[in-house]
């Protein structure tokens, strides 16, 4: 039997079957984040944009397109719930968030019916407020593909792609992109709105998958691609027994190069893609898209076009059941909170300055000190930081779940990712338990705790990658 063959059934066994057993720690630093000296970023396609419009790097989404102050843009594609829609619909040149406060539920996440009074009703804001749009002048003419919308009061507004666009009111300063995110899908949590990109440079033949860690290269069909240690820059030694492994990814004859796409001559007439100066290859076994399992092999490695920095230095990677999972200094894993209430505007409630009430429902039947045994708060030491800018400290009132003011009496400090503060579960004994995750309603798919999952291609966990399947 083939080493390829033995890794695959050895992996099997570690992950599948053994699931009381959690395995050792993997450094938080190596395997699934590039250093804060990588010069590895994605690359985008220049394309016609509106005056005061600009793309922008970040860390985790790759390039977007923000507002002449920087600020991130973003679409809200309508989308089915179990008895109705929320969001934009593309191309009807009309944009649904506006000035109105809703005060009751819809019913369109379903089996709760509609007309129950939504929380902290005097301090709801308008779905404007909270995602301001990106206004067009009265006399704006379409550019590529930026169109006009109206909205209910008149006034124009940019559209890309036929989506109205808007900024988020959660974003404070250039590079901020934490009014919603590519990198996770999370099953039936609402209608979420997504950051708005330019096309990346990517060849035909391939594409990139957003991932919890980062832009992942995949082929056409969705499966993972992989570089080998053997080959040398320029130049594949990936040949004989190899190639039973390991497909080329093939290029056209044309020779075309896309950036920092080339091409590599494997014999008169055939060549194959490479990134950075590596030749890339499909697993000729693979079960799964955009799967890591390849990367297990001895010299081979997946394929990102750029990652994210490093979480905490504290932090540890856990094998778990169906993966590994992002976990704290003492192996506990680490789960996000994840909340979209019911009212038309869909507005989530994921994060310390919405209301807490769904969390405290969930964790602790409305009971703040439950929810602490539940699912505690990641401790924060003070001055703590991270080199990923995805990963904060703030003050917590546990008792409310709200930001505490300065000096507040029995505040917390606690780790954030994307200023949603992050939690173990008390339910979990041993390093690589993962028993909270999907804890909260729908199995978690709307209101509940995800775990941190790293890298999870053994199981459909929606935390752990996205999809490609949205309408750009």
């Given amino acids: 039997m083939r080493l390829r063959k033995m890794i695959r059934g050895l992996l099997g066994a570690t992950l599948l079957v053994s699931v009381a057993v959690a395995q050792v720690a993997v450094a938080a630093q190596g395997g699934f984040w590039q250093s804060k000296d990588s010069k590895d970023k ?9 005056p005061g419009v600009q793309v922008i790097l970040t860390e985790l989404e790759g390039p977007v397109f923000a507002n002449a102050e920087g600020k991130t843009l973003y679409t809200w594609g309508l989308r089915g719930l179990r008895s ?5 619909r593309r191309n009807s040149g009309e944009a649904t968030c506006d000035g109105t406060i809703y005060q009751e539920t819809t019913g369109f996440m379903s089996p709760y019916p509609g007309g129950f009074l939504l929380p902290e009703l005097d301090k709801r804001r308008s779905c404007e407020q909270l995602w301001p749009p990106l206004l067009a002048p009265a006399d704006a003419k379409p550019l590529g593909k930026w169109t006009i919308a109206k909205r209910t009061n008149g006034e124009s507004q940019w559209a890309y792609n036929g989506y109205p666009v808007y900024t988020s009111d959660r ?16 099953g039936e949590q609402g209608v979420l709105r997504y950051p708005l990109n330019p096309p990346l440079e990517v060849p035909p033949e391939l594409a990139v998958q957003p991932t919890r860690t980062g832009h992942m290269v995949v082929d ?22 190899c190639l039973d492994d390991w497909a080329p990814v093939l290029a056209p004859p044309t020779k075309q190069v896309w950036g920092e796409w080339s091409v590599i001559e494997r014999s008169p007439g055939v060549q194959q893609w490479a990134l950075r100066g590596k030749a890339l290859y499909t697993d000729r076994h693979a079960e799964r898209i955009h799967a890591y399992v390849g990367d297990d092999v001895p010299g081979w490695h997946n394929v990102f076009m750029q990652r ?4 905490p230095a504290e932090f540890t990677v856990q094998d778990s059941r169906i993966g590994q999972v992002l976990a ?17 505007d869909q507005q989530s409630c ?13 964790c602790g039947k409305f009971d703040p000190k439950i929810c602490q045994e539940t699912f505690p708060y990641v401790p924060a030491k003070a001055g703590a930081k991270a080199d990923s800018s995805l990963w904060t400290t703030m003050m917590i009132d546990p008792n409310t779940g709200h930001r505490a003011e300065a000096g507040q009496s029995g505040a917390i400090l606690v780790w954030a990712y994307r200023e949603r503060p992050v939690f173990t579960y008390g339910g979990d004994k041993k390093p690589g338990d993962a028993d909270g995750d999907n804890f909260g309603e729908f199995n978690g798919a709307r209101n509940g705790f995800r775990a941190f999952w790293v890298r999870d291609d053994f199981h ?11 309408d750009r």
């Fill in 220 to 241: 056409h069909k969705g499966y993972s691609v992989f570089s080998s240690d053997a080959d040398e820059p320029g130049k594949s030694n990936c040949t004989g027994q």
């Fill in 460 to 470: 459909d966990n929606s935390m752990g990658s996205s999809d490609l399947e949205r």
């Fill in 42 to 50: 994605d690359t985008y396609v220049k394309v016609p944009m509106p």
């Fill in 350 to 362: 994921d994060y310390p300055d919405a209301p807490q009430v769904y969390r405290l429902a969930i």
């Fill in 84 to 88: 109705g829609q929320a969001g934009d």
């Fill in 171 to 186: 974003d404070h300063k250039p590079g901020d992109v934490l009014g919603g995110t590519d990198a996770v899908r999370g």
């Fill in 328 to 344: 704290d200094a003492n192996g506990k894993t680490i789960y996000l909170y994840q909340c979209t209430d019911d009212a038309k």
């Fill in 308 to 311: 994210a920095l490093p979480p």
